[in-house]
């Protein structure tokens, strides 16, 4: 077969495994009217994937004058794939069919130690969630790893992560890598939130939105025309240290960020105990405001404040449609109430700010859209530059279902 003989099946492959995976349960003749291809090209292509058992038949639809047709779906268990959302606090994994359906999902509290301890958890987690599937199921043929930094793509070294100690010193993908013997694609944290949120919040393909991350620290992810912008070294999106806040010149802004001093957790912390002379964590704090401690709620009038100067920030820049607020903190009632509030106090234009709908699960969504893509386009285009296979998200109460 000449070169470019091959070129045109790995094409008209790919075409198929999108139209069966976008329309499935679908017959040969819808697959053959949907791209274009010929019945006989359709037929024995997908006579090859449900032989290899990527594809299956589902059953039988009625056909032209009464004819009875075998009509077909992706085999969602004939592989697997792993999302890992590696945070400053938590590790979550889930363990997923090529539909995107979650079949297992563990938690744990991020090893402290950080450095390669950290790279053995997450070997031990994707391994032990494999185990958890109830069903049978292929090989794990991918994972993403979310981190809550910068990916240094010639280095490997995770950048701008003061949160977990040590991952800036090593090659995190490698480092998976040889651990659990598959391939790794490794993606900053809020820009898989960023992802999850345009894949199964029913986005619109040319969306224009930001989502803003706030817990243990924050950060962005940028959706333009439903493209992710990661900037020229991939730190696009890193608020943190956009410099007002806290003292931009200062050695701890250099490290942490200006206004991630002043918006994530240390903050909130910090700020309630010189208001009020009381230790009380996160979820205390928001629990005092709640029953009407007043600096708790000075607490959080301050933190909504120097996130909605971010929110009116971006929107100086980026005029986006949406901003979408999430993360451990982020998504918390009393404080994007704020946010909206003191959003439309500093800035002139209409920001429209939403709460996120897949909360913690965003950045496990987002890993898993990537690893299918990635999984589906060394499958079926076989590697082909340039191709895309976009696979239909599952509901999103599904998903959540499945990664609690």
Not at 30 to 53: F, P, R
Not at 328 to 346: D, N, Y
Request: hydrophobic share 45%; with cysteine; aromatic share 4%.
């Amino acid at each position: 077969m000449s070169e470019q003989s091959k070129i045109s099946r790995r094409m008209s492959q790919s075409a198929i495994v999108q139209a069966i995976a976008s329309y499935g349960p679908v017959s040969r003749a819808s697959v053959a009217k949907l791209t274009g291809l010929s019945k006989q090209t359709v037929s024995e292509i997908v006579g090859n994937l449900e032989t290899d058992g990527w594809v299956r038949t589902v059953g039988e639809t009625e056909g032209h004058v009464g004819r009875r047709a075998v009509i077909y779906e992706i085999s969602p268990g004939a592989a697997t794939v792993a999302s890992v959302d590696l945070g400053a606090t938590k590790v979550r994994v889930a363990f997923c069919d090529l539909m995107g359906r979650v079949l297992a999902e563990r938690v744990e509290p991020t090893e402290r130690s950080g450095g390669l301890n950290v790279i053995e958890q997450v070997g031990r987690l994707v391994q032990a969630t494999e185990r958890d599937a109830k069903e049978p199921c292929g090989d794990l043929k991918i994972a993403v790893v979310g981190v809550p930094g910068v990916y240094d793509p010639k280095t490997g070294a995770v950048l701008m992560a003061p949160n977990i100690v040590g991952i800036d010193q090593f090659d995190l993908a490698a480092a998976v890598q040889r651990r659990l013997g598959i391939e790794i694609f490794v993606e900053n944290d809020v820009n898989l939130a960023a992802l999850g949120e345009h894949w199964l919040g029913n986005r619109r393909e040319d969306d224009n939105f930001v989502f803003i991350s706030v817990g243990t620290g924050i950060g962005a992810g940028v959706v333009v025309g439903g493209k992710l912008i990661r900037g020229t070294t991939g730190a696009a999106g890193e608020i943190g240290f956009l410099p007002f806040g806290a003292d931009p010149f200062e050695a701890e802004s250099h490290k942490v960020g200006a206004l991630e001093r002043v918006t994530a957790t240390s903050a909130i912390v910090s700020n309630y105990f010189e208001l009020s002379g009381r230790k009380s964590d996160v979820p205390g704090v928001f629990d005092a405001a709640n029953a009407g401690d007043a600096a708790a709620q000075e607490t959080l009038d301050r933190v909504a404040r120097q996130i909605a100067r971010a929110a009116a920030a971006i929107a100086a820049v980026v005029d986006p449609s949406l901003i979408v607020v999430g993360g451990s903190i982020g998504a918390r009632t009393e404080l994007l109430e704020r946010i909206v509030r003191f959003s439309s106090q500093c800035y002139p234009g209409k920001i429209t700010i939403e709460r996120s709908k897949l909360g913690t699960h965003a950045a496990l969504a987002g890993g898993v859209s990537i690893a299918l893509s990635h999984l589906h386009v060394s499958i079926f285009a076989e590697g082909q530059k340039g191709a895309e296979i976009l696979i239909p998200p599952p509901a999103i109460e599904d998903f959540k279902a499945g990664a609690s």
